[in-house]
């Protein structure tokens, strides 16, 4: 496949030396030569797709940055190469991330790069990625699109650079490992390493959109209520990161893209190799360059704002401060919403609000009537039907918006929903039901899932041990015998239940399950608490916590999923402090082996025996997705509003 490339270099000498070199490492290369920017620009127009541009930044009679800018708007792909013979020390903040070789050219240097750059894996199967087409590299690699054959998902894989040496390898290893764990809504997600064909490679999240150091050059502008914006969540994730010990890179203008609607990314810039950064003061003065290069003239931007860029850029800064000085602006520059209802509207509010109430009137006592006589038959067949429960189908809608993740502060840039009661052994029951009535798990079984599965909890069927018959879950509820020393019921929560299970029962239902910055903003609002209901702890939970002052005893059993109304989140949803701990959507890398995925677990339970565990912060990320466990259930999360099922 036929690869191209332009050079624009004001030395013809040396532009012919560099096309001899390219068209050596890689034969099928076609090199176009142009000597002047306005020329390039102009060459560009022979392309319909450019692999690779060489070109000088600095011109005597010319604009090598209209140039570059134009490469960027047209083949947003192609790879650039800066060959100088200049100090390009004041265009840092345009060329950020760009290979930048010094004349006089090191040729072996010089055509290993191209070589590596030209070369594809397009079409290549990385199991179980199916590699698309080539991206611009990325600080760790060669970047590709791929699709993710297991979970049928879109995503980026990102390759070592053939030439790496041993070390290189084990570094590229080791920051994939750890880029995996950092984890946070507003950074790039690494999902999991590999290796091909001696290649180590990772794949992460797919994210598209213009960088700052690109929206510069194409000449866009940012509002000064988004530059305020950038500034809180890079300054949350750093802070996130710092807080828990986790080494980066420092972030700049290539680091942070925005897409069209503002939501904000950053890119995974964890890195083994850098120091810890203790939390504290911080140097944002590289961002703060580039968000200063995308606003509009000074007297167009509110003075806080300036004031704010301006003491960025002269140096480390106080971060945490930074973040709330940031998010203050936010709040102040937000548009304001006001509805104005109309005295007709209120008085026909209140017109259907009073015929509502006599239609409710009417139905109970026409209920009250008929479930007297539905009683009458019942009492004759309830001993042949499940024992009774109850129906927890209400959800909380949960708002985008800022929240405190671990401890720094987030945006989540959607809102959802989320099941107010942990999933009861009533709720599963009927999805047992249907997996049995179809034969299979097929319709519901999770890609990871290898093979068929009946989704049965563990002992939720009777078994003989020495030949004496051990009742199940379901006998005990059934026919009120203990289960494990305690009596339960259709409406406790169901655990004993995998990772796998949890997918299928939430499938099934039309919902899924939430994924971990889901659970938290759930959990501790948008004021970030630690326990549900504030800073401290209190025995309002179903956990094991002994307290002085406690008058409930608790610790012991699981309890009925509507038991404890004082474990109740700021947005109204039960149990996120107590009674089981929950599966979530979330995979990350091991940190016991680290090709291995595990799920990651949130939420106290009641055997949870201190205050730290008991925190809406705690997190497990130690059990595999097939860990069925006494002290584990779920919940289930939507997108869109509840429906009966």
């Known amino acids: 496949m036929s690869v191209n490339v332009l050079i624009v270099q004001p030395d013809a000498a040396l532009a012919e030396r560099m096309g001899q070199l390219i068209v050596e490492g ?79 050219l090191d040729e072996p240097l010089f055509k290993a790069t191209c070589q590596d750059t030209l070369a594809t894996l397009e079409g290549h199967e990385f199991p179980p990625f199916r590699l698309g087409k080539k991206q611009p590299p990325d600080r760790w690699g060669d970047c590709y699109a791929a699709y993710d054959t297991g979970v049928k998902r879109d995503v980026f894989i990102t390759v070592i650079h053939s030439w790496a040496s041993p070390e290189e390898a084990l570094q590229f ?82 680091d942070v893209s925005v897409s069209p609607q503002g939501i904000i990314k950053v890119a995974n810039c964890v890195d083994p190799t850098q120091p810890v950064t203790p939390p ?43 973040v709330g ?95 107010k009661y942990e999933v009861t052994f009533g709720q599963y029951l009927k999805f047992l039901r249907a997996v049995d009535s179809a034969g299979t798990d097929a319709a519901w079984r999770h890609p990871l899932q290898k093979g068929e599965k009946d989704h049965q909890p563990k002992d939720w069927a009777d078994r003989d041990e020495n030949g004496k018959r051990i009742a199940g879950i379901f006998r005990c509820i059934r026919d009120h015998e203990l289960y494990n020393k305690e009596l339960l019921t259709l409406d406790h929560p169901v655990f004993n239940i995998d990772w796998y299970d949890a997918e299928a029962y939430a499938k099934w239902v039309g919902k899924r399950l939430p994924e971990e910055h889901e659970w938290e903003k759930a959990a501790r609002g948008q004021q ?36 404890t109304p004082t474990d109740k989140s700021p947005y109204g949803v039960y149990d996120m402090a107590g009674n089981v701990s929950e599966w979530t959507d979330t995979l990350v890398a091991s940190s016991i082996i680290e090709s291995e995925q595990v799920a990651v677990i949130r939420g106290a339970n009641f055997q949870t025996n201190s205050e730290e ?4 912060t705690f997190r497990h990320a130690d059990k595999a997705p097939a860990t069925r466990d006494y002290w584990i259930g779920f919940r289930c999360a939507s997108d869109n509003p509840p429906v009966d099922k």
């Open 26 to 104: 890689t034969p099928d290369a076609t090199v176009a030569y142009a000597h002047r920017p306005e020329d390039g620009v102009t060459a560009l127009n022979q392309f319909n797709d450019l692999d690779l541009c060489i070109t000088e930044l600095y011109y005597v009679n010319g604009d090598g940055l209209a140039f570059l800018s134009a490469v960027r708007a047209k083949f947003r792909r192609a790879r650039v190469l800066i060959v100088t013979s200049y100090n390009l020390h004041y265009f840092g903040d345009y060329i950020q991330g760009l290979t930048v070789l010094p004349t006089p």
């Open 173 to 254: 290893h080791n920051s994939a490992a750890m880029m995996a764990r950092a984890g946070h809504p507003n950074v790039q997600a690494v999902y999991q390493a590999g290796k091909y064909q001696e290649r180590d490679f990772f794949a992460r999240e797919k994210w598209d959109m213009p960088n700052l150091s690109e929206m510069a050059t194409a000449g866009q502008m940012i509002d000064p209520r988004l530059a305020a914006q950038i500034i809180h969540v890079v300054g949350g994730v750093m802070l996130f990161w710092d807080s828990n010990q986790y080494p980066h890179t420092t972030i700049g203008a290539t």
């Open 280 to 322: 504290g003061f911080s140097d944002l003065s590289a961002l703060a360059q580039a968000i200063h290069a995308l606003l509009p003239p000074s007297e167009q931007v509110p003075l806080r704002v300036m004031s704010l860029i301006e003491r960025l850029r002269a140096g480390p800064v106080q971060l945490a401060q930074v």
């Open 325 to 419: 000085e940031a998010q203050s602006i936010d709040i102040d520059l937000a548009p304001e919403r006001e509805i104005e209802l109309s005295e007709e509207h209120h008085i026909a509010q209140e017109t259907i609000q009073v015929a509502r109430r006599k239609q409710a009137l009417n139905y109970k006592i026409m209920v009250g009537v008929f479930g007297l006589l539905v009683l009458v038959v019942c009492g004759i067949i309830y001993s042949r039907l499940d024992p009774p429960s109850r129906e927890f189908k209400e959800m909380v809608k949960i708002p985008s918006g800022p929240y405190v993740y671990q401890g720094a502060p987030a945006m989540l840039d959607h809102a959802f929903y989320i099941d």
């Open 528 to 563: 970030g608490y630690f326990y549900p209901w504030g800073n401290t702890f209190a025995p309002k939970a179903n956990v094991a916590v002994t307290s002085p002052d406690s008058t409930v005893r608790r610790g012991h059993f699981h309890m009925t999923v509507d038991a």
């Open 613 to 616: 565990h008991a925190m809406l």
